[in-house]
């Protein structure tokens, strides 16, 4: 009984066993309980579609060791009678085990968030993928930064004048990258904002072609004609961008002459004519037929219909079918297209004599 009283650093051998003891108990008891909860756990993330099981079960996986042993140290020192440095030693070193942690964590955390979103963004847009990645390295360069502040701050260094200095340096660095920099946010608006995915037909002032690649930098369209227009992405999204893939339905409007020769009864019939051949075609909306106007060589009549696919392919289709239709049905009926014509009349002017 006499070995435990003795006294070695301000505590009984009786402190010191009794704190290894917690020590040792603590451990355990963490450990055993992050091994429980993660087999729990991860049999309801099994059996469920939401991500916060899965979200709890990788970050509990990412729980290092060494943190539960410097945890379960630190608890054990809470019953031994210590000087205030030496306290203050200890403190630090949990702090610190704590927010080396964190960054673990933190890690973890932006990894399940950028596979997650990948994962679901790949069907929709391939490009976003880019950007996420960007983003990534974003959020984990942020994070480095903020871990190495509160180290440094822990450690008792003054952090003030760094994070100054940093200052200063980050707006010389913005200055310098002002124009990368701006196109990586323009990047990060078209991921989010979406004004046009990959693949998407678009025009860009007096340039059209289908987006390519969507990266960090650059958009880079595919034209009609084969070549590869490469726009910088804040000057795309300066210009005006028409989107053709986002049309639901194309209008088409067309006018056709016949000849003034055409009787009034079959003229009066041509609108209904019109209608029918329009609305016999699939995926079409007719809106209207009018005789519109007395032309210069023709009876005019304007046409509106809309063609219900934003495929280019299928409106050409349609169009031609319609068109076809139309002469064809026309040539049954008897009714004859105008084209411009001039007529000339001769009169021979009687030769007079004066005498």
């Not at 959020?139 to 200063?168: C, F, K, P």
């Not at 990266?215 to 992405?233: A, D, W, Y």
């Not at 004859?336 to 009687?350: D, G, V």
């Amino acid at each position: 009984m006499k070995l435990l009283e003795q006294t070695y650093l301000g505590n009984s051998i009786q402190s010191w066993l009794i704190a290894l003891s917690l020590t040792v108990f603590s451990f355990i008891v963490l450990l055993g309980f992050k091994g429980f909860i993660v087999r729990k756990l991860s049999k309801m993330a099994a059996r469920t579609e939401t991500d916060i099981d899965d979200f709890i079960v990788e970050e509990l996986k990412k729980t290092k060791l060494l943190f539960i042993l410097i945890l379960s140290a630190y608890i054990g020192s809470l019953v031994l009678t210590l000087t205030s440095h030496a306290k203050s030693i200890i403190e630090t070193v949990a702090v610190l085990s704590l927010i080396i942690q964190s960054a673990f964590w933190g890690n973890t955390a932006i990894s399940f968030w950028l596979k997650r979103t990948m994962s679901r963004r790949m069907e929709q847009d391939a490009a976003s993928t880019t950007t996420l990645t960007g983003l990534s390295f974003i959020l984990r360069l942020s994070l480095v930064v903020i871990i190495i502040l509160l180290v440094l701050d822990n450690l008792g260094i003054n952090i003030t004048a760094l994070v100054t200095g940093l200052g200063i340096g980050g707006i010389a660095v913005a200055l310098a990258l002002q124009n990368i920099l701006g196109d990586l946010f323009a990047s990060l608006s078209i991921t989010l904002d979406k004004p046009f995915v990959i693949g998407d037909f678009i025009i860009v002032n007096e340039h059209r072609g289908t987006v390519e690649h969507i990266g960090l930098k650059t958009t880079r369209l595919r034209s009609l004609s084969g070549e590869q227009i490469v726009f910088s992405n804040t000057d795309l999204l300066n210009s005006r961008i028409r989107n053709f893939k986002r049309m639901y339905e194309r209008r088409v409007e067309f006018t056709l002459g016949v000849v003034y020769q055409t009787p009034l009864e079959q003229l009066s019939k041509i609108s209904t004519l019109l209608r029918q051949i329009i609305e016999s075609q699939p995926n079409v909306r007719y809106d209207r037929a009018h005789f519109k106007e007395y032309g210069d060589s023709s009876l005019t009549f304007e046409v509106v219909y809309f063609v219900k696919s934003p495929d280019y392919n299928t409106y050409m289709d349609i169009q031609q079918a319609i068109n076809l239709e139309i002469y064809r049905r026309f040539q049954e009926k008897g009714i004859e297209f105008a084209y411009p014509t001039r007529t000339l009349y001769l009169q021979q002017i009687p030769n007079t004599h004066i005498d």
